[in-house]
């Protein structure tokens, strides 16, 4: 069963932004067990529009619409699909009067060109209509036709909630399917490679894709059969031989990111963690706080990027900052321990360095970065020398700092999982 | 004069690599002037390879074409081209020379198929011949047609020697080229498209694209002509036209992000930031030291996810806490004092807030945040109702933070630019 997407977007001619929604469908749909056999990207409101559509509708079984949905003037999509499958359009008016109540929700003004965001073509069916996304089906002949918004967040949504479920079902026959996303950090994507490739027996029947995804590794599984347990079985046995082959850079063996794994060992462990942030800015606090209940084990955190700041919330000795200098062993393990005694924590961990591009010297050179970690028996401190740019550094400083914190309490007397 | 881009390589369909070699080539495309009309994503090898370029050829005035050059056995876009166009093949016999001798410096043995790679169409110039590379091209007709590698490095490199230099020249008569980005904040894309509309004639040969960058909407202005000078002219008339219509919801007139802007002011004025945050973790404090220099004028933040560091770090009476709540105007407001003096900083900034998906009651529900910005002479508080899941919460946050602090500084007595 073969499919097909047409991406509008005069951004995409003009490389103003990456392309992400057919990357992400194409990725999804082959993990299902669904080709797509062509991508076309067009600009707003492209006259092409109706004869690329046309191609689509006679060589595939369905085709996926991004984009052009919106109320300006050069979102012309709806009308122009309506014009090539020969379907009037009709306001949708539980639609519409959604629109004008989220719209009074925030406080925004209803304006008459809202009103073409509620038209669709005859029989269209509104996908997920409890949210706030557009979008719609409607099934044309043969062929499954499915319109989305291009803003990525948005065209998710409805991919998974509307368009993922109703192509697998159609795609049912071929029989059952088992996957798992792995997050791997510590390896080089070929190290990662090899380390699958000599699982030779247990990878048989798993096919496996790799994603670099800066920092981490994914590895995509799956397994396809006539039986659900049996496929499952086989993938928990390949994760497991896994996990053996490659310890602790396997982050968990369902896909949470390092951020939730390091705050679900600490509320197993019933303990509590605060952060001293230098060179990140704020980037740890912000990934730990973008897992929901973090406040049950994140007391909070601080962003010292002046001496002084050091010196009054963190305690750090005037004389380790100006004998071994902010950026240093010394100072990495002062700001540990002081942030771990002002929010009255268990575990403090504090980074201090050089992000860039500017503030590098011969001997502290930029991504230059020292880390410590308090625990109740004591601190450690950690070197790194990262490459890159700010940007680089910064990530590179918070997924180690978090990484080595998941390590720790990995091997930590309190875990018991 | 337009042209199309046919990209093949099975990688692209199933979501495995980002695309990049259309994205580049669309930029500097679009910088030169010129226009692409259609880019279409295949499958190595795929049986649509044929009728795709048969359509380019009917439609399109250059046509590029990437991938499937290798010497493997899905490498196969030559021969369907040569099938497509009509023409012999033929071993191009100082190609294949220069790749035995490569491949012998390299170490490496010469294989069969390696003189696959030497095929190549009658009437083909091979691009850039001195570079290990390989690619060429093909004036067909009317039409240029231009056989790069898929590899990134390798196409750019092609691309900037032998596609580019080709096409400019084409279309030399075309003229010149200016062009702007302009970043908004505060009003949605439709109202900024009547913005833009409402300025009639100073929208004069000017090509607008508006594209809805959560939070913000950014526009792309065009103009094309023959003499530089006037064509800036017409856009800085135009940019100050929309200054003049739009006020502060244009963030700057150089498209640098909200962030930087609040920087620039701060630098000016010679003043210090200190912020504190609740819902938002760090996200605000994260944005603004992701600019180089920001050490100059942030002091430091907090995030103070407890009441109790509420009171130890930043002061926040316990009555306050007690009476009105840790999410009400009083607590931002103290909040803001607080880190302002922590940090011994000009100006505080502070939010509190619901990011959810718990923690929201009938009276507080999910998405409710105050704000307090502290300056020399007082402290204000901000309430805001937002939408959406706890990401879209944090982000709309830090957003309205960061912006509000920019409009502040705009009308401060401190602010001479």
Redesign the interface.
Known sequence: MQGEIILTG???????????N???????L?ESGL??????????G?P?FG??LH?ALG?SRFVIITGGL?????DMTVAQAADVLNLRLVQDEAMLARMRR?LE??G?AW?P??GKMALMPVGATILDAGR?ACGFSLKYQDVWLFFLPG?P?EMRQLFESGVLPVLTAMAGKTGHLAQRTLKLFGKMEVEVQQAVHALGKDLEGIEV???PNFPEVHLTLTARGPEQASLEEKLDQFVAALSREVGEVLLGTDGAPLEELVGRHLRRQGQTLA?A?SC???????R???I????DY?????????N??KM??LGVAAATLEQQGAVSPETAAAMALGVQK???ADYGLAVTGI?????GTPSKPVGLVFMGLADPNGVESRRHQFPGD??MV?TLTAENALDWLRRKLLTSPGNSG
Not at 10 to 20: I, K, P, R
Not at 22 to 28: E, I, K, M, Q
Not at 280 to 286: K, R
């Open positions: 005069t951004e995409l001619m003009t490389g103003q932004v990456a392309e992400v057919a990357r992400y469908a194409g990725r999804r082959h080709s797509l056999q062509c991508i076309t990207m067009l600009g707003d492209a092409l004869e690329v191609r060589r919106g109320p300006t003037d050069d989220r929700e925030r925004f304006e060109q809202y706030s803003v967040r894709g790799f994603y952060v942030e990140t800015g704020g980037l740890i606090c912000h730990l706080t973008d929901s209940g973090s406040s994140f007391q909070g955190g601080v962003v010292t990027y002046s002084q700041a009054d919330l002002l929010f009255h992000a860039g591009p500017t503030g700010r940007d910064k």
